[in-house]
C-alpha cells in the first residue's frame, strides 16, 4: 500500500511539474525584421547630400555602438552618416517601422534605401556595400553587400 501511494505521489509532482513547464512555453518570436525601401531625405541631416547612410540604434543595445563606429567613419562631402537612436528619436523608428537595432541603411539623393543590414556588419561588407551604392558592381568578391531581397530586408 505504501507503494502505491509513492507511485501516485510520484506521478502527481511529475503532472504538476509538466503543467508548469508547459506555461512556461511560449510561442517563438519572430525573426523577420523588415527596412524600408524609401526614406523621406527632409527627414535626415543634410538632405541634399548624394548620400545617406542612417544607422537606426537604441541607447540599451551593445552591438548598436559597433555598427555606428564603422559607419560613422563613411562621411564625407558626398556621404552623410546620421545615428537615429530610439530613446532619442522614437517618431522615426515609428515612421520607418524599425522593429530591430541596429538597422544600417544606405540611401540614395532620392531616398531610395540601395542596401540594408540589420544587426552586427563588418567595416569590409559595410564599406563594400556603400560602395557598389555609389558604383554597382565595385564589390570585391567575399563581401556582402547588404542587398535588399523582395521582402525588405
Same mark, same amino acid.
Given at each position: 500500500?505504501?507503494?502505491?501511494?509513492?507511485?501516485? #505521489?510520484?506521478? %502527481?509532482?511529475?503532472?504538476? *511539474? %509538466?503543467?508548469?513547464? #508547459?506555461?512556461?512555453?511560449? %510561442?517563438? !518570436?519572430?525573426?523577420?525584421?523588415?527596412?524600408?525601401?524609401?526614406?523621406? /531625405? /527632409?527627414? *535626415? !541631416?543634410?538632405?541634399?547630400?548624394?548620400?545617406?547612410?542612417?544607422?537606426?540604434?537604441?541607447?540599451? &543595445?551593445?552591438? &548598436?555602438?559597433?555598427?555606428? +563606429?564603422?559607419?560613422?567613419?563613411?562621411?564625407? +562631402?558626398?556621404?552623410? &552618416?546620421? /545615428?537615429?537612436?530610439?530613446?532619442?528619436?522614437?517618431?522615426?523608428?515609428?515612421?520607418? /517601422?524599425?522593429?530591430?537595432?541596429?538597422?544600417?541603411?544606405?540611401? =540614395? !539623393?532620392?531616398?531610395?534605401?540601395?542596401?540594408?543590414?540589420?544587426?552586427?556588419?563588418?567595416?569590409? =561588407?559595410?564599406?563594400?556595400?556603400?560602395?557598389?551604392?555609389? +558604383?554597382?558592381?565595385?564589390?570585391?568578391?567575399?563581401?556582402? %553587400?547588404?542587398?535588399?531581397?523582395?521582402?525588405?530586408?
Amino acid at each position: 500500500m505504501d507503494r502505491v501511494l509513492l507511485v501516485f #505521489g510520484a506521478l %502527481a509532482i511529475a503532472g504538476v *511539474f %509538466a503543467a508548469v513547464l #508547459g506555461r512556461r512555453t511560449a %510561442a517563438p !518570436a519572430s525573426n523577420i525584421h523588415r527596412v524600408p525601401s524609401v526614406l523621406d /531625405r /527632409r527627414d *535626415f !541631416a543634410r538632405p541634399d547630400a548624394p548620400w545617406l547612410v542612417a544607422v537606426f540604434t537604441s541607447s540599451t &543595445c551593445n552591438t &548598436c555602438a559597433g555598427v555606428w +563606429e564603422r559607419a560613422e567613419l563613411l562621411g564625407s +562631402e558626398a556621404v552623410v &552618416c546620421q /545615428r537615429i537612436d530610439f530613446q532619442d528619436d522614437r517618431s522615426l523608428h515609428e515612421r520607418y /517601422r524599425i522593429d530591430g537595432v541596429p538597422t544600417l541603411v544606405v540611401a =540614395d !539623393a532620392d531616398g531610395a534605401v540601395k542596401r540594408a543590414f540589420l544587426g552586427p556588419v563588418t567595416s569590409t =561588407d559595410l564599406w563594400a556595400a556603400v560602395a557598389d551604392a555609389r +558604383e554597382p558592381g565595385s564589390i570585391p568578391p567575399g563581401c556582402h %553587400a547588404g542587398e535588399i531581397d523582395d521582402q525588405g530586408s
